[in-house]
């Protein structure tokens, strides 16, 4: 770009002549930069450019909705809220008290498959109103304890479940702490259908995250009790049911991957469901639901993105009409200068 | 000059008698034999000369006052100047006798009179203001209490150790930096750490560092420069004799020798020079830029003692205290029990350079940092331009943003906990109570009350990015961007003073594209400052070139011969045939009469001949220097005309007359005063006359000129001279007469007395100069051309398209300024003038009131034809002057001359002194919004330039005061055009583009992390990084604004320049102001609700973790941020692709980078959502979502509401614009054939 136009080629024998005789000049060194002359792609929003944009967006968008609206159609999902219907009818109006007691916390709830369901099937555990994303939730937690045998004594950030009389808790925090500890058995038509646990939580935490030197010490062994107690002798790594509660939900509202059912289920197939229930979710109004669902590409059953994208792409399409409207109607030549505003009003300022 | 001193050299010389010049013989004694120094040297009953010597005056060359006449202020100088203008009063110095003109024996008189006269009365000098410096005896001079600034300098701000504390003390001054620490502390309390620490210090530490690095490096200059000017040797007297010593040794008290040409390493009075008058000459080019010679004296007494090194000591100076006036110094010196005095061109200053003199000796007074120069080494003033303070505004509107975000999320916090007050014991994610231990204590609660309270300070720290600190930091690289591109702009570096556009002040660049008001300079700004000389009426006609031969073409005009060399003034005037060929004829009467006028143009001033050689050795150049221009262009047009002045020394004066060269001798000398306006010279002619020759302005010369003698030609001159000021020129009448004897002797006396007058001498001088400066015969006058400068009609013009009104204020008169104003287009003959012209408030406010009449009316007369097309016709300019001004400024008046002048087109103020300048310029400041702007390149401008929000001084012929007090400065009138039209422009928009800009992408991401607290509970829980959020302003999002800020050109040069019209957008403020703030906040609102609320929701009821969906955000928010500028960017350079795009790229990077460690709670998280391909349509959607409405609205605006801007950068794309654009800057740019690539 420097010699290829004669402008600058020109500059450049100015310049050369320029160092011997006037060396003492202050005139600047010429260059396309230092002049801003540089050469320069000036994009203009011309009616073609932008009926084409809407085009062009509405052309994208209204075939990812459709797809993502199909995609979240497929997904069967079965959700059962069950946290008053498992308390005996009587104890309602003491739910704390009922699930602070010894009592047998086995609930049996029925699920009904209304739609044919593929493996894997994924089992969650959903809590609502339960903010994990609390900070002071968020942040009590030692990721250096989890790690890493030898760091025991980290546990700087976990108050008020740091230490007990033994020592230091492991895995220390609220988060380890309040681990959910409800359990699900299932049975179909009198089998039992077989919730695989492995692979629940995600392989760079097993690898990473939670060492496999690192075992549970002191672990509920508190006055409180908050959730679920861990087995002293698996090794942080291999406890997938707390890796997967220690990636602290975004929302207040949050699905846990409990397990996967790897067998199909049948329309209108129904489900029978033991559970444990052993959560506190009442002390603070939680509810507490049980979910089956298959995936699709864009996971879960929502509708949302389906309908926004085709809400957009319509949007566009619409633009891109109106716009070709307003040119048809008010066509303006491009780059008259007489549009310019003293031309058009030559008193006007 | 130079050779002149040299041959005094080797002449014996008189002993001087300063006050008492007697008529007769003078014994004298060579200096270098045995001088008796104890003569009682005032009480010398002296008549001392056998010759004709003269008394120069003290300080001719010095004396900007001595231009005369015209000269551009009619009232004193700025405030500055005014005690050294009231010496100049003084300067005419009494020595000399006239009598044969024999050999001459070269001979200064002391120049204790006229130095001395410095300050009109003699000054007392209070004990506890002085120091005293004991010459030759540096200990007792710096003993115990005074213990003054030793030599070494320190420009240099920190040393090895203090460079931390003070930097960064220093650093701390801004606001913004306080605002970041109080942040960063405020994290640290472990109550309130909402990020890591490392984390919220970053920014800071970041930003300190690079200023620090940045300051230790042009420290770590100074430094250097430092040692080397410390290190300097200069020649020291020690024990009786020279010896070598560093300039850091140097101390008060010490005696110097310099030798020519060499730098003045302190301020020293002098004792004596190679001169054996005591004349010495310096070059002050490093203090004021001024690279005329200058004349400094050593007292007549010091210079006889000081030959003989012993006898210097046991003198006593008794000096002012150390201060910054350049032109100014009272002191004292006793010597042998008497007291002389001491004034400004008694001392030489540090940085001055020594010409033409082979040595002087002085003795240090001020070293070191209390020197003058030091003293006036102060920075750039500072100033703070328009978009800031109007971004400011905003700024607070967004603290209040701040603020009330802050407040949502403590009280819903509050309430939060309120309803939850009875659970907390036992919530999972809360925990009210620590129950590891046996007693039960409360766990980082601290009652309600205080849980809000921090809630609060938190959320300050979570939102603290609403403050765009980086803001500030990032306009000022882009100004630093913008600087260098004006500095480095080809069209606007002056080739004949080579110098380039400086940027003196560097915070006030987008300024320049709002300009309402320009307030010029007449003298030196639209004019060059080059006198020339037009035509001369003489004897009543008028030679005006009519049949001018030029002589540029070939013709080298007038030249003598001597020895064997051909002497030629530098400068060719164009030479009138007719006078010409008369000024041979000298036996005729208008032979003789020619004669006298043109003697008087050659003698009555203050210019020094200079020989220059030229590669031709036997041509030899005559180069008139001296401070008038004015001057220099009648001794060069005297010279044309074969009258050629040759020699100056003290006390005479050669002119080589068509080959004779009679020698003049000056007997005396009347300096111009702003009374008098005019000056006069005693001649002592060859044939024993004794002539006055008086020069000034008419008006004062009419008043002295015998009319009886011939009163058609005085009625006929006056009309010549009416005509040459309606032409432009600036006009000089010139006088003479003849004294006789007794009248000389009776000058002679009244003369000295007054000159060693202690009390009043200033006005004894004006008395005597009065008397004698009466019944003159009229010889003639002169009229000069005063250039244009190249192009200032054309900028003029545009400046006027561009709907920038330009007023020209001048300390010339009436008809002059007039004439320049049509000359310059800023008077049209369209224009209705309204001339005010009074010497009473009452005829003012009369005037005043007329006035507004007369614009009524017209107005009404346009109104009633048809509104449309009248504008240009009635346009009305306003011309006023000093006089007028005085009793209008600063009265009620000034308020209805305020209400005439914004309806004015045009405005001239002639016959302003500097102080009316800036009352003017704070007269429209005052009342509007408008941005005004100061040029001018003299210091007569310099309280206008200070005063105006942009002065740009004009780095011309004029010394450099302007300049040191401007914001810009500048080669030329004319390159205001491209400063304002296309830098202005290109700057406001880069820069309100910019603001707007740094507000939206601050606030999306603080929006963001407000909708996010809702989630939490009000808990201020982010899900995006603490790094994230925090490289969000450094990394994520800085560069592109800064480059486009830097680059980014809405429209071309040429077009601007075609269009000068779209300057108004800057004026009009289009592209910043409150609407374009608001709208840019609901915009701002949308996109932060739709990079938050699309993933909330189609992440809910999901499995997503908060590092997950943090990262989503933060990438949604980084490339919807970019996008967004990207849609705005104007022109693609590369750069910016690699700015805008390389951002987006970094951000991943950087997020992936952060993703990476396992012992941060988000790890792998972004790796794991990447793999989804909801993320990836989320990221589309949010951007396409977020950006339709802005794009939607632009597209609207463009085709059904554009703005100029809009359609000029249209047109400018498709090709209506070019072919013409180039050939009508040309009276602008004297570039080269160079394609304006757009």
Same mark, same amino acid.
């Given at each position: 770009?420097?010699?290829?136009?004669?402008?600058?080629?020109?500059?450049?024998?100015?310049?050369?002549?320029?160092?011997?005789?006037?060396?003492?000049?202050?005139?600047?060194?010429?260059?396309?930069?230092?002049?801003?002359?540089?050469?320069?792609?000036?994009?203009?929003?011309?009616?073609?450019?932008? *009926?084409?944009?809407?085009?062009?967006?509405?052309?994208?968008?209204?075939?990812?909705?459709?797809?993502?609206?199909?995609?979240?159609?497929?997904?069967?999902?079965?959700?059962?809220?069950?946290?008053?219907?498992?308390?005996?009818?009587?104890?309602?109006?003491?739910?704390?008290?009922?699930?602070?007691?010894?009592?047998?916390?086995?609930?049996?709830?029925?699920?009904?498959?209304?739609?044919?369901?593929?493996?894997?099937?994924?089992?969650?555990?959903?809590?609502?109103?339960?903010?994990?994303?609390?900070?002071?939730?968020?942040?009590?937690?030692?990721?250096?304890?989890?790690?890493?045998?030898?760091?025991?004594?980290?546990?700087?950030?976990?108050?008020?479940?740091?230490?007990?009389?033994?020592?230091?808790?492991?895995?220390?925090?609220?988060?380890?702490?309040?681990?959910?500890?409800?359990?699900?058995?299932?049975?179909?038509?009198?089998?039992?259908?077989?919730?695989?646990?492995?692979?629940?939580?995600?392989?760079?935490?097993?690898?990473?995250?939670?060492?496999?030197?690192?075992?549970?010490?002191?672990?509920?062994?508190?006055?409180?009790?908050?959730?679920?107690?861990?087995?002293?002798?698996?090794?942080?790594?291999?406890?997938?049911?707390?890796?997967?509660?220690?990636?602290?939900?975004?929302?207040?509202?949050?699905?846990?991957?409990?397990?996967?059912?790897?067998?199909?289920?049948?329309?209108?197939?129904?489900?029978?469901?033991?559970?444990?229930?052993?959560?506190?979710?009442?002390?603070?109004?939680?509810?507490?639901?049980?979910?089956?669902?298959?995936?699709?590409?864009?996971?879960?059953?929502?509708?949302?993105?389906?309908?926004?994208?085709?809400?957009?792409?319509?949007?566009?399409?619409?633009?891109?009409?109106?716009?070709?409207?307003?040119?048809?109607?008010?066509?303006?030549?491009?780059?008259?200068?007489?549009?310019?505003?003293?031309?058009?009003?030559?008193?006007?300022? | 000059?130079?050779?002149?001193?040299?041959?005094?050299?080797?002449?014996?010389?008189?002993?001087?008698?300063?006050?008492?010049?007697?008529?007769?013989?003078?014994?004298?004694?060579?200096?270098?034999?045995?001088?008796?120094?104890?003569?009682?040297?005032?009480?010398?009953?002296?008549?001392?000369?056998? !010759?004709?010597?003269?008394?120069?005056?003290?300080?001719?060359?010095?004396?900007?006052?001595?231009?005369?006449?015209?000269?551009?202020?009619?009232?004193?100088?700025?405030?500055?100047?005014?005690?050294?203008?009231?010496?100049?009063?003084?300067?005419?110095?009494?020595?000399?006798?006239?009598?044969?003109?024999?050999?001459?024996?070269?001979?200064?008189?002391?120049?204790?009179?006229?130095?001395?006269?410095?300050?009109?009365?003699?000054?007392?000098?209070?004990?506890?203001?002085?120091?005293?410096?004991?010459?030759?005896?540096?200990?007792?001079?710096?003993?115990?209490?005074?213990?003054?600034?030793?030599?070494?300098?320190?420009?240099?701000?920190?040393?090895?150790?203090?460079?931390?504390?003070?930097?960064?003390?220093?650093?701390?001054?801004?606001?913004?930096?306080?605002?970041?620490?109080?942040?960063?502390?405020?994290?640290?309390?472990?109550?309130?750490?909402?990020?890591?620490?490392?984390?919220?210090?970053?920014?800071?530490?970041?930003?300190?560092?690079?200023?620090?690095?940045?300051?230790?490096?042009?420290?770590?200059?100074?430094?250097?420069?430092?040692?080397?000017?410390?290190?300097?040797?200069?020649?020291?007297?020690?024990?009786?004799?020279?010896?070598?010593?560093?300039?850091? !040794?140097?101390?008060?008290?010490?005696?110097?020798?310099?030798?020519?040409?060499?730098?003045?390493?302190?301020?020293?009075?002098?004792?004596?020079?190679?001169?054996?008058?005591?004349?010495?000459?310096?070059?002050?080019?490093?203090?004021?830029?001024?690279?005329?010679?200058?004349?400094?004296?050593?007292?007549?007494?010091?210079?006889?003692?000081?030959?003989?090194?012993?006898?210097?000591?046991?003198?006593?100076?008794?000096?002012?205290?150390?201060?910054? +006036?350049?032109?100014?110094?009272?002191?004292?010196?006793?010597?042998?029990?008497?007291?002389?005095?001491?004034?400004?061109?008694?001392?030489?200053?540090?940085?001055?350079?020594?010409?033409?003199?082979?040595?002087?000796?002085?003795?240090?007074?001020?070293?070191?940092?209390?020197?003058?120069?030091?003293?006036?080494?102060?920075?750039?003033?500072?100033?703070?331009?328009?978009?800031?303070?109007?971004?400011?505004?905003?700024?607070?509107?967004?603290?209040?943003?701040?603020?009330?975000?802050?407040?949502?999320?403590?009280?819903?916090?509050?309430?939060?906990?309120?309803?939850?007050?009875?659970?907390?014991?036992?919530?999972?994610?809360?925990?009210?109570?620590?129950?590891?231990?046996?007693?039960?204590?409360?766990?980082?609660?601290?009652?309600?009350?205080?849980?809000?309270?921090?809630?609060?300070?938190?959320?300050?720290?979570?939102?603290?990015?609403?403050?765009?600190?980086?803001?500030?930091?990032?306009?000022?690289?882009?100004?630093?961007?913008?600087?260098?591109?004006?500095?480095?702009?080809?069209?606007?570096?002056?080739?004949?003073?080579?110098?380039?556009?400086?940027?003196?002040?560097?915070?006030?660049?987008?300024?320049?594209?709002?300009?309402?008001?320009?307030?010029?300079?007449?003298?030196?700004?639209?004019?060059?400052?080059?006198?020339?000389?037009?035509?001369?009426?003489?004897?009543?006609?008028?030679?005006?070139?009519?049949?001018?031969?030029?002589?540029?073409?070939?013709?080298?005009?007038?030249?003598?011969?001597?020895?064997?060399?051909?002497?030629?003034?530098?400068?060719?005037?164009?030479?009138?045939?007719?006078?010409?060929?008369?000024?041979?004829?000298?036996?005729?009467?208008?032979?003789?009469?020619?004669?006298?006028?043109?003697?008087?143009?050659?003698?009555?001033?203050?210019?020094?001949?200079?020989?220059?050689?030229?590669?031709?050795?036997?041509?030899?150049?005559?180069?008139?220097?001296?401070?008038?221009?004015?001057?220099?262009?009648?001794?060069?047009?005297?010279?044309?005309?074969?009258?050629?002045?040759?020699?100056?020394?003290?006390?005479?004066?050669?002119?080589?007359?068509?080959?004779?060269?009679?020698?003049?001798?000056?007997?005396?000398?009347?300096?111009?005063?702003?009374?008098?306006?005019?000056?006069?010279?005693?001649?002592?002619?060859?044939?024993?006359?004794?002539?006055?020759?008086?020069?000034?302005?008419?008006?004062?010369?009419?008043?002295?000129?015998?009319?009886?003698?011939?009163?058609?030609?005085?009625?006929?001159?006056?009309?010549?001279?009416?005509?040459?000021?309606?032409?432009?020129?600036?006009?000089?009448?010139?006088?003479?007469?003849?004294?006789?004897?007794?009248?000389?002797?009776?000058?002679?006396?009244?003369?000295?007395?007054?000159?060693?007058?202690?009390?009043?001498?200033?006005?004894?001088?004006?008395?005597?100069?009065?008397?004698?400066?009466?019944?003159?015969?009229?010889?003639?006058?002169?009229?000069?051309?005063?250039?244009?400068?190249?192009?200032?009609?054309?900028?003029?013009?545009?400046?006027?398209?561009?709907?920038?009104?330009?007023?020209?204020?001048?300390?010339?008169?009436?008809?002059?300024?007039?004439?320049?104003?049509?000359?310059?287009?800023?008077?049209?003959?369209?224009?209705?003038?309204?001339?005010?012209?009074?010497?009473?408030?009452?005829?003012?406010?009369?005037?005043?009131?007329?006035?507004?009449?007369?614009?009524?009316?017209?107005?009404?007369?346009? +109104?009633?034809?048809?509104?449309?097309?009248?504008?240009?016709?009635?346009?009305?300019?306003?011309?006023?002057?000093?006089?007028?001004?005085?009793?209008?400024?600063?009265?009620?008046?000034?308020?209805?001359?305020?209400?005439?002048?914004?309806?004015?087109?045009?405005?001239?103020?002639?016959?302003?002194?500097?102080?009316?300048?800036?009352?003017?310029?704070?007269?429209?400041?005052?009342?509007?919004?408008?941005?005004?702007?100061? *040029?001018?390149?003299?210091?007569?401008?310099?309280?206008?330039?200070?005063?105006?929000?942009?002065?740009?001084?004009?780095?011309?012929?004029?010394?450099?005061?302007?300049?040191?007090?401007?914001?810009?400065?500048?080669?030329?009138?004319?390159?205001?055009?491209?400063?304002?039209?296309?830098?202005?422009?290109? +700057?406001?928009?880069?820069?309100?583009?910019?603001?707007?800009?740094?507000?939206?992408?601050?606030?999306?991401?603080?929006?963001?992390?407000?909708?996010?607290?809702?989630?939490?509970?009000?808990?201020?829980?982010?899900?995006?990084?603490?790094?994230?959020?925090?490289?969000?302003?450094?990394?994520?999002?800085?560069?592109?604004?800064?480059?486009?800020?830097?680059?980014?050109?809405?429209?071309?040069?040429?077009?601007?320049?075609?269009?000068?019209?779209?300057?108004?957008?800057?004026?009009?403020?289009?592209?910043?102001?409150?609407?374009?703030?608001?709208?840019?906040?609901?915009?701002?609102?949308?996109?932060?609700?739709?990079?938050?609320?699309?993933?909330?929701?189609?992440?809910?009821?999901?499995?997503?973790?908060?590092?997950?969906?943090?990262?989503?955000?933060?990438?949604?928010?980084?490339?919807?941020?970019?996008?967004?500028?990207?849609?705005?960017?104007?022109?693609?350079?590369?750069?910016?692709?690699?700015?805008?795009?390389?951002?987006?790229?970094?951000?991943?990077?950087?997020?992936?980078?952060?993703?990476?460690?396992?012992?941060?709670?988000?790890?792998?998280?972004?790796?794991?959502?990447?793999?989804?391909?909801?993320?990836?349509?989320?990221?589309?959607?949010?951007?396409?979502?977020?950006?339709?409405?802005?794009?939607?609205?632009?597209?609207?605006?463009?085709?059904?509401?554009?703005? !100029?801007?809009?359609?000029?950068?249209?047109?400018?794309?498709?090709?209506?614009?070019?072919?013409?654009?180039?050939?009508?800057?040309?009276?602008?740019?004297?570039?080269?054939?160079?394609?304006?690539?757009?």
């Amino acid at each position: 770009m420097n010699s290829s136009t004669p402008s600058s080629s020109a500059a450049g024998a100015g310049s050369a002549d320029s160092t011997a005789p006037r060396r003492n000049s202050k005139r600047p060194k010429y260059s396309r930069f230092t002049q801003q002359e540089l050469p320069a792609c000036k994009p203009i929003l011309t009616p073609k450019w932008v *009926i084409g944009t809407f085009l062009l967006v509405s052309v994208i968008f209204i075939p990812i909705g459709v797809v993502s609206l199909f995609a979240s159609r497929d997904v069967v999902e079965i959700v059962d809220r069950y946290e008053t219907d498992c308390i005996p009818e009587a104890l309602r109006n003491d739910k704390v008290g009922f699930i602070q007691s010894d009592r047998s916390k086995t609930c049996q709830r029925t699920l009904r498959v209304p739609k044919d369901m593929k493996q894997p099937i994924y089992v969650y555990y959903q809590l609502d109103n339960f903010y994990q994303n609390h900070r002071r939730y968020v942040k009590s937690r030692s990721d250096q304890q989890l790690r890493n045998n030898g760091s025991l004594q980290d546990t700087g950030p976990c108050k008020p479940e740091d230490n007990v009389a033994g020592g230091p808790i492991v895995p220390c925090g609220l988060i380890a702490w309040s681990l959910f500890n409800d359990t699900y058995g299932f049975t179909r038509n009198n089998q039992q259908l077989n919730v695989s646990k492995r692979g629940i939580s995600w392989k760079s935490d097993r690898e990473h995250k939670f060492g496999k030197n690192v075992f549970p010490r002191n672990f509920q062994n508190g006055t409180l009790k908050g959730g679920a107690t861990l087995d002293p002798d698996v090794a942080l790594s291999d406890q997938e049911d707390l890796i997967v509660w220690m990636r602290t939900a975004a929302l207040p509202t949050f699905r846990k991957l409990y397990g996967k059912i790897e067998v199909d289920l049948q329309r209108d197939e129904i489900i029978n469901v033991t559970l444990q229930n052993n959560y506190n979710t009442y002390s603070f109004s939680g509810k507490k639901k049980l979910v089956l669902s298959t995936t699709s590409w864009l996971g879960g059953k929502n509708d949302f993105v389906g309908i926004a994208y085709l809400t957009v792409g319509g949007l566009c399409f619409f633009l891109a009409l109106v716009f070709l409207l307003i040119y048809l109607i008010k066509p303006r030549q491009l780059g008259d200068p007489s549009y310019l505003s003293w031309n058009r009003n030559p008193s006007g300022h | 000059m130079m050779k002149g001193s040299q041959q005094q050299q080797q002449r014996p010389l008189l002993i001087p008698s300063p006050r008492t010049p007697g008529k007769e013989e003078l014994p004298y004694t060579p200096v270098n034999a045995s001088i008796d120094a104890s003569i009682p040297v005032s009480s010398m009953p002296v008549k001392p000369y056998s !010759d004709s010597q003269i008394e120069m005056s003290g300080d001719f060359v010095r004396n900007p006052s001595s231009q005369s006449i015209q000269s551009k202020s009619s009232s004193g100088y700025s405030i500055k100047e005014v005690s050294f203008r009231e010496g100049s009063d003084v300067i005419v110095n009494p020595v000399v006798r006239y009598g044969s003109s024999g050999s001459n024996p070269g001979r200064y008189g002391s120049r204790g009179a006229s130095s001395g006269g410095f300050g009109s009365s003699y000054k007392e000098i209070k004990d506890e203001d002085a120091r005293l410096v004991y010459v030759n005896d540096p200990v007792r001079t710096n003993e115990k209490r005074f213990r003054f600034a030793g030599n070494s300098i320190r420009t240099s701000k920190y040393s090895f150790l203090t460079f931390l504390p003070r930097n960064l003390f220093e650093q701390f001054h801004r606001i913004a930096y306080i605002y970041f620490l109080v942040i960063a502390i405020l994290n640290q309390l472990p109550q309130l750490a909402v990020f890591g620490r490392g984390a919220s210090v970053l920014p800071l530490a970041l930003v300190l560092f690079v200023t620090a690095v940045k300051d230790a490096y042009e420290d770590f200059r100074r430094h250097r420069s430092d040692r080397i000017e410390n290190n300097r040797v200069a020649s020291v007297l020690l024990n009786g004799e020279f010896g070598d010593k560093k300039w850091k !040794d140097i101390c008060v008290g010490e005696v110097v020798k310099i030798s020519g040409n060499q730098t003045l390493p302190c301020d020293m009075v002098l004792l004596s020079t190679s001169d054996a008058t005591g004349v010495s000459y310096v070059q002050t080019t490093n203090l004021d830029g001024e690279s005329n010679l200058k004349t400094r004296y050593a007292k007549q007494e010091t210079q006889a003692k000081a030959s003989l090194l012993g006898e210097i000591g046991g003198l006593l100076i008794k000096c002012e205290k150390p201060n910054r +006036n350049v032109y100014g110094f009272q002191a004292n010196m006793e010597i042998d029990g008497k007291r002389i005095s001491l004034g400004p061109s008694n001392i030489i200053l540090r940085g001055c350079e020594l010409k033409n003199t082979d040595w002087v000796i002085g003795v240090v007074v001020y070293a070191g940092k209390e020197t003058k120069a030091m003293l006036n080494n102060a920075g750039a003033p500072s100033k703070r331009s328009r978009l800031e303070k109007h971004m400011n505004k905003e700024i607070i509107i967004l603290s209040l943003f701040l603020v009330a975000l802050c407040t949502v999320v403590s009280l819903s916090h509050g309430v939060w906990l309120r309803r939850h007050r009875e659970e907390l014991y036992l919530m999972q994610f809360y925990r009210k109570y620590d129950y590891s231990e046996p007693e039960v204590e409360k766990y980082e609660y601290y009652g309600l009350g205080m849980e809000i309270f921090f809630v609060f300070l938190m959320s300050v720290i979570v939102f603290q990015v609403m403050i765009p600190i980086s803001l500030y930091i990032s306009v000022e690289l882009v100004r630093i961007g913008q600087a260098y591109f004006m500095i480095r702009d080809d069209r606007m570096f002056d080739k004949s003073t080579n110098s380039r556009f400086q940027c003196r002040a560097l915070n006030i660049n987008e300024d320049l594209g709002q300009i309402k008001y320009v307030f010029s300079d007449k003298t030196g700004t639209l004019t060059e400052n080059k006198m020339e000389f037009q035509c001369a009426s003489v004897g009543g006609v008028d030679y005006d070139n009519g049949k001018a031969i030029s002589t540029e073409d070939g013709q080298t005009g007038y030249s003598v011969q001597v020895d064997g060399m051909v002497l030629r003034p530098k400068m060719t005037v164009k030479v009138d045939q007719d006078l010409l060929h008369l000024s041979k004829m000298k036996h005729t009467d208008e032979g003789k009469h020619l004669c006298d006028f043109l003697v008087a143009l050659a003698a009555c001033n203050t210019i020094v001949p200079l020989t220059v050689e030229t590669s031709d050795s036997a041509v030899n150049l005559i180069e008139y220097q001296g401070e008038s221009p004015d001057e220099q262009a009648l001794v060069y047009a005297a010279a044309s005309y074969g009258f050629m002045l040759v020699e100056r020394s003290s006390g005479h004066i050669v002119i080589d007359i068509q080959g004779e060269r009679p020698r003049f001798n000056v007997l005396g000398l009347h300096e111009f005063d702003s009374d008098r306006k005019r000056m006069s010279v005693i001649i002592g002619c060859p044939d024993q006359t004794v002539k006055v020759f008086v020069k000034g302005a008419d008006t004062t010369m009419f008043k002295v000129i015998d009319k009886s003698l011939n009163l058609n030609m005085v009625k006929a001159t006056e009309s010549h001279l009416h005509a040459y000021s309606s032409k432009g020129l600036r006009t000089l009448v010139i006088g003479m007469r003849e004294m006789s004897t007794s009248e000389f002797e009776q000058w002679q006396s009244s003369y000295d007395s007054a000159s060693t007058a202690l009390m009043g001498r200033a006005n004894l001088l004006r008395k005597v100069a009065n008397n004698v400066e009466n019944n003159l015969r009229l010889l003639g006058a002169s009229g000069i051309e005063d250039k244009l400068q190249q192009g200032v009609p054309e900028a003029i013009e545009s400046l006027r398209t561009a709907g920038i009104k330009v007023w020209v204020l001048t300390g010339d008169k009436q008809e002059t300024a007039i004439s320049i104003g049509y000359s310059s287009k800023l008077l049209t003959s369209k224009m209705t003038q309204i001339v005010i012209n009074n010497n009473s408030k009452d005829s003012c406010r009369k005037s005043l009131d007329d006035a507004l009449q007369l614009y009524k009316k017209l107005s009404n007369v346009s +109104n009633s034809n048809d509104a449309g097309h009248v504008a240009g016709t009635n346009q009305l300019a306003l011309i006023i002057d000093g006089t007028s001004l005085v009793y209008i400024l600063e009265t009620e008046l000034e308020e209805k001359l305020f209400e005439l002048s914004s309806k004015c087109t045009a405005v001239l103020c002639c016959r302003v002194a500097p102080l009316q300048k800036a009352g003017i310029v704070a007269l429209i400041k005052n009342r509007t919004d408008d941005m005004t702007l100061a *040029i001018g390149d003299g210091a007569n401008d310099v309280s206008m330039i200070q005063k105006a929000d942009v002065g740009i001084g004009i780095s011309g012929q004029e010394g450099r005061q302007a300049v040191m007090a401007s914001d810009f400065s500048m080669g030329q009138f004319r390159f205001l055009v491209p400063l304002l039209l296309i830098h202005g422009h290109w +700057n406001y928009q880069r820069i309100s583009y910019m603001i707007l800009y740094n507000f939206y992408r601050n606030v999306v991401l603080v929006f963001v992390l407000f909708w996010y607290v809702l989630f939490t509970g009000f808990t201020l829980t982010t899900a995006i990084t603490d790094w994230s959020s925090m490289l969000y302003s450094i990394i994520y999002t800085s560069l592109p604004t800064i480059v486009v800020g830097i680059l980014d050109k809405d429209l071309g040069r040429s077009t601007l320049l075609k269009y000068p019209q779209l300057y108004g957008a800057g004026q009009r403020g289009e592209s910043y102001n409150g609407k374009l703030f608001w709208y840019t906040i609901l915009d701002t609102l949308w996109q932060s609700i739709t990079a938050f609320f699309i993933p909330l929701i189609a992440y809910w009821d999901s499995t997503v973790g908060v590092s997950a969906l943090g990262d989503l955000w933060i990438l949604a928010i980084v490339i919807l941020v970019n996008v967004h500028l990207a849609m705005d960017v104007v022109r693609w350079y590369t750069i910016t692709h690699i700015a805008v795009w390389g951002s987006i790229l970094a951000t991943f990077i950087c997020v992936m980078v952060i993703d990476a460690w396992p012992f941060l709670p988000g790890y792998w998280a972004f790796f794991m959502i990447a793999k989804t391909k909801l993320f990836w349509v989320c990221l589309l959607g949010i951007v396409v979502a977020g950006l339709v409405p802005r794009f939607v609205v632009k597209v609207f605006v463009q085709h059904c509401k554009p703005s !100029d801007i809009q359609i000029a950068r249209v047109a400018e794309k498709f090709g209506h614009l070019q072919g013409d654009a180039e050939t009508e800057m040309n009276p602008i740019f004297d570039l080269p054939q160079r394609t304006a690539t757009t």
